[in-house]
């Protein structure tokens, strides 16, 4: 089919998009993909339509349709004002659904995969998927739905009743903090770990009580550098050498947990505070408490996701060994077509090239090569930008900094990251904690008030700007800027 053709029978070109943009491969993200659709439509009666993404050379970028998006942002804060134990019963079902999920997960730990027959493998993988998406599906998309799209409601209602208090030249101040997260995120929980690691060993070395410690922090925590790419299984040995680092940096343990609860603690009141004082309504505190429950609920969500993945990579590596081909072909597969007696090779090679990948209630839909790009150009064409200096988007933690502009992806461009420079990415991840701790200051294409960027800048106290749309497209590596988080603005130097 022609690219004009693929558009006109899937009506992509009947509504705008919002995207998200990482490291990733189709068969990670192929369930991923019908969260907006039968997942979200079992637990709140509505649902996406469609839902695509594109994928090309490890990079994934997932598009939905603003209009449901919208209607079903719409719908959550309608229940919420409704019903006020919505948020906990939402929360309480999820968690459920989560604890089902571990018991899944803990099965596949005591299977040998090598060892099952085909039927009982797949049926296994099939039962991991289910349960994923069980719990996936009813929280992701609404939180998108929310967060994603938090410059276009909830920054305009807090404008307004800032402008009406005669507060709004301190809009930012007040605003970031009453959308701060009130728990500690899973970084935050592992730092915290670590620091305790790290109280013992400057008392007793590597003691015996130490490395006990250090093999129960790896088996809890060996997840937290993957993505939907790349799975590394962090061992005892790259934990013990972060806490060397540590040592070498001089870190005070006591002082540094103290930081971090302090943080917790310090938002916490003056949220209570800035309430009283702006004499908020039920709809503003319900924003509020949506935005709360929804940092944890993304930071749980990507904590889960994280460890599926390693869970999928144990799958993808044994159907590779089964089907006697190149992990590289199963990674650009869809679960489905894994079971098929043959493959064909010459369209696996074209989807890791390009190709794109279109969900609706009747399946899915996999065009690959030339004409998957030329769709994606014909929708989301961006050489209006090539001569732009400056984008603007929503602050999610204050101040400005100056630094060297350098694009983070893929992983790999993780290496040449140097203290000071400015990450822009279009989203960050759990994997990209060392440069943001390096970072001058964050900046990414899109996310939410609750998203990973918006929490983990504020934990380090530096400047953050997300949904810019298109920073990564108007800077290059290099280029010098001035990030200007007060009023939300990116600014390219000469």
């Not at 604890?99 to 797949?122: E, G, M, W």
């Not at 894994?338 to 990948?357: A, G, I, N």
């Not at 984008?391 to 983070?408: D, E, N, Q």
Request: proline share 3%; aromatic share 12%; with cysteine.
């Amino acid at each position: 089919m022609k690219p004009d053709e693929i558009i006109k029978k899937h009506d992509l070109d009947k509504t705008t998009w919002t995207f998200k943009g990482f490291h990733g491969l189709p068969f990670t993200f192929y369930y991923i993909g019908y969260g907006p659709l039968k997942w979200c439509k079992t637990f709140y009666g509505d649902q996406c339509k469609k839902s695509m993404f594109f994928a090309t050379k490890d990079y994934i970028t997932w598009y939905w349709p603003d209009d449901d998006m919208r209607r079903l942002r719409k719908l959550l804060i309608k229940n919420v004002n409704n019903n006020p134990n919505y948020l906990k019963k939402m929360r309480s079902t999820w968690e459920s659904k989560l604890r089902a999920f571990d018991k899944v997960l803990a099965k596949i730990d005591k299977t040998n995969l090598k060892k099952l027959s085909n039927d009982k493998l797949f049926k296994l993988y099939d039962e991991f998927l289910l349960k994923f998406m069980d719990e996936f599906g009813i929280v992701m998309t609404v939180q998108d739905a929310f967060s994603m799209y938090s410059g276009e409601f909830l920054e305009p209602a807090f404008i307004k009743v800032l402008k009406s208090r005669k507060k709004l030249d301190k809009f930012t101040y007040y605003y970031t903090k009453l959308m701060s997260p009130v728990e500690d995120s899973f970084i935050s929980l592992e730092k915290k770990a670590m620091l305790r690691i790290l109280k013992v060993v400057k008392k007793q070395g590597f003691s015996p009580k130490a490395k006990k410690m250090l093999e129960a922090h790896q088996k809890k925590f060996f997840w937290i550098r993957n993505n939907y790419a790349k799975q590394p299984v962090l061992t005892v040995k790259f934990f013990e050498n972060e806490i060397k680092k540590m040592i070498k940096d001089d870190v005070d343990p006591d002082l540094a947990l103290k930081e971090i609860d302090d943080e917790v603690k310090d938002t916490i009141e003056q949220k209570k505070l800035m309430i009283k004082e702006l004499k908020l309504g039920k709809e503003h505190i319900n924003l509020i408490r949506i935005t709360e429950s929804f940092s944890y609920i993304q930071d749980e969500r990507k904590k889960y996701v994280l460890k599926a993945n390693h869970y999928e990579r144990l799958f993808m590596q044994e159907i590779s060994r089964r089907k006697k081909l190149p992990i590289k072909s199963v990674e650009y597969m869809l679960y489905p077509e894994t079971k098929q007696k043959t493959f064909d090779k010459k369209k696996l090679r074209k989807r890791f090239d390009y190709s794109v990948f279109i969900q609706d209630n009747n399946g899915f839909y996999v065009y690959e090569g030339d004409v998957a790009k030329k769709v994606h150009e014909k929708l989301f064409g961006h050489d209006k930008d090539k001569h732009v200096t400056m984008v603007k988007g929503l602050t999610a933690s204050k101040g400005k900094a100056k630094g060297t502009v350098k694009i983070v992806l893929k992983t790999h461009d993780l290496i040449n990251f140097k203290k000071g420079d400015v990450l822009m990415s279009s989203m960050t991840r759990p994997e990209m904690i060392t440069a943001m701790e390096k970072a001058a200051a964050i900046v990414t294409d899109e996310g939410g008030i609750t998203c990973h960027a918006a929490v983990v800048s504020r934990e380090l106290g530096i400047p953050c700007i997300i949904a810019t749309k298109k920073a990564t497209k108007v800077f290059k590596d290099g280029d010098h800027v001035e990030v200007n988080a007060d009023e939300g603005v990116v600014r390219k130097l000469k």
